[in-house]
């Protein structure tokens, strides 16, 4: 059971959350805040698997909660959730050590594919977050194209799991997209980073477009 706290200011989003979650056999919702401040303690004392954390809220916001939450050092992660531009907060959300990024206007399929992805130790942006990233990064520091050559070492099915994951596909989404288990796609996930010498996903979105080789 995937033990989910949700923290937005507003009663009718986490309503709706509420009656999203209630109905998946796999997640439970173990409390709700209305403010950052909140969701830290509830954190503390709860020990949620994953916090759906809104960034605007009164007081303590989502961002510096987050921060909170991850210098705690509990095993909890955060996927952060949010009405406003992602090119405000995908990278403040990411460095404060979220592992997600959803918008309140993400399908509902999206919203519970992250939270599973988030749960079992994967980052999880979605396409729009991921090219915000991109977009930051390259500007921050612009690389030229590479050679494919680049990408040698890769195999095949490790070549099409590589542009999926640049596209800012979640395992799960990978799985259902190339027809294979989940776990076989954990597998060509790490055996990537270890073939490139990547950390995580975000340096594999990173990588692939400063060398050009997002499709």
């Known amino acids: 059971m995937i033990r989910v706290l949700l923290v937005d200011d507003q009663p009718i989003v986490r309503a709706g959350l509420r009656t999203l979650l209630g109905v998946e056999s ?19 004392d709860l020990r ?8 605007r809220m009164p007081g303590i916001d989502g961002i510096e909660a987050t921060k909170q939450i991850m210098r705690s050092g509990l095993r909890t992660r955060v996927c952060v959730l949010t009405t406003y531009s ?6 403040d959300a990411l460095a404060a050590g979220a592992s997600g990024f ?20 994967q980052f999880s942006l979605g396409a729009e977050a991921t090219a915000a990233l991109v977009a930051r990064s390259l500007a921050a520091a612009p690389v030229a194209r590479a050679s494919a050559d680049v990408l040698a070492g890769l195999t095949a099915r490790e070549r099409q799991v590589f542009e999926l994951i640049a596209g800012g596909l979640s395992n799960a989404e990978i799985a259902q997209r190339l027809v294979v288990g989940e776990g076989t796609v954990k597998t060509h ?27």
């Open 48 to 55: 949620p698997d994953v916090v759906l954390m809104d960034v």
């Open 189 to 215: 996930v790490a055996r990537i980073l270890m073939k490139l010498g990547l950390r995580d996903r975000i340096q594999v979105v990173v990588f692939a477009h400063r060398n050009g080789l997002a499709g």
């Open 102 to 121: 959803l918008l309140k206007t993400d399908a509902p399929d999206r919203i519970l594919a992250t939270i599973r992805a988030v749960a079992q130790g």
């Open 86 to 91: 992602v090119d405000d907060y995908v990278v």
């Open 26 to 44: 796999d997640i439970g919702i173990v409390g709700e805040a209305g403010n950052g401040r909140d969701a830290v303690r509830l954190t503390l």
